[in-house]
C-alpha cells in the first residue's frame, strides 16, 4: 500500500491544499501528519479542520503540545512564543478539543509516526540526538521505519545493523533495504527550512519499499499576505521565499 506522510503544515493552507491534489493525483488516501499543523501560519483552524475532515491520522508536535499544556510555551523563542499566543486565540473548540486527543506517536503500514524523536518525542530534533542516542532508538525499534518531522529538513538516517550513517533526501525516489532500519524526515508543507520554498512531503510505498520525495508549488504570496493580514510575526512570512 502507498502512503502519504506529512509533517509541519503550520497553518500554512495554500501549501496543504496543493500537497493534497498532489497526493490525491498520485492515488493516496491513506496519509499520516507528523504534527505542528499549526502556528507561524495564518490559517491553523482551516488546517486543523483540513486534517480532521480528511480523516488524516494525526499526531502531536511541539506546537500542540504547548496548546495542550501551556508550560511548553516557555520552550519555544519568543518570537514563535507571540506566534503560538495568536495562534491558541484563532482555534475554535472544536480545534481545541481535538488538538487535546491527539497522541505523541502512531505505528501502521510497519512504521511508527512521530514528531520528533523515536519512540515517542514532540521535542526532541533528530539533528541533537547523538550518534549513540540514535543508534539505541533504532536498534530497539520495533518498526524497521520511523517517520518524523521537526526540524523542517528533509533527511534519511540508515543503520545496515552495524553503523549509522545520514543524508540529507532531495527530490529523489529511493528504495529501502529490508535489512536496514531507518529513521526517515519528511521535511514541512507549510514552513520549510531547506532554500526552497516547495511544500514538501512523502509517498511511501510499503510493500515495494519505494520513497518518493514530493516538492510541490503553491501561492506562496497568499500565505505571506494572509500573515501580515493576521497580525502574526512577519519573520514567518518572509522566511516562506
Ligand atoms: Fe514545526
Known amino acids: 500500500m502507498k502512503l502519504a506522510v506529512i509533517s509541519d503544515i503550520h497553518g500554512n493552507a495554500a501549501a496543504f491544499r496543493e500537497v493534497l491534489k498532489d497526493a490525491e493525483k498520485a492515488g ?48 519555544f523563542n519568543p518570537i514563535a512564543r507571540i506566534s503560538l499566543e495568536k495562534t491558541i486565540t484563532m482555534l475554535s473548540g472544536q480545534s481545541l478539543d481535538y488538538i487535546a486527543a491527539l497522541p505523541f506517536f502512531l505505528t501502521g503500514n510497519n512504521c511508527r509516526f512521530v514528531h520528533g524523536f523515536p519512540p515517542d ?77 516547495h511544500a514538501k512531503y512523502v509517498i511511501f510505498d510499503d510493500q515495494a519499499l519505494e520513497l518518493e520525495v514530493r516538492f510541490v508549488e503553491y501561492n506562496v504570496t497568499e500565505t505571506i499576505d494572509k500573515i501580515y493580514a493576521a497580525g502574526l510575526p512577519e519573520q514567518h512570512a518572509w522566511r516562506l521565499f
Open 121 to 197: 518525542s514532540p521535542t526532541t530534533y533528530l539533528f541533537e540526538a547523538d550518534p549513540e542516542q540514535v543508534d539505541a532508538a533504532m536498534t530497539k525499534a520495533e518498526e524497521p521505519i520511523c517517520f518524523v518531522g521537526h526540524t523542517h529538513e528533509l533527511m534519511i538516517v540508515s543503520h545496515d545493523g552495524r553503523e549509522v550513517s545520514r543524508r540529507p533526501l532531495k527530490r529523489e525516489t529511493i528504495m529501502l533495504d529490508t535489512g536496514c532500519r531507518y529513521i526517515i524526515n519528511v521535511g514541512s508543507v507549510g514552513q520549510p527550512r531547506d532554500g526552497t520554498n
Open 28 to 75: 493516496i488516501s491513506n496519509i499520516y501528519c507528523l504534527g505542528d499543523s499549526i502556528g507561524y501560519g495564518p490559517e491553523p483552524d482551516e488546517a486543523i479542520r483540513m486534517v480532521r475532515e480528511r480523516s488524516i491520522l494525526s499526531i502531536q508536535g511541539n506546537h500542540e503540545l504547548a496548546v495542550n499544556q501551556p508550560g511548553y510555551l516557555d520552550w
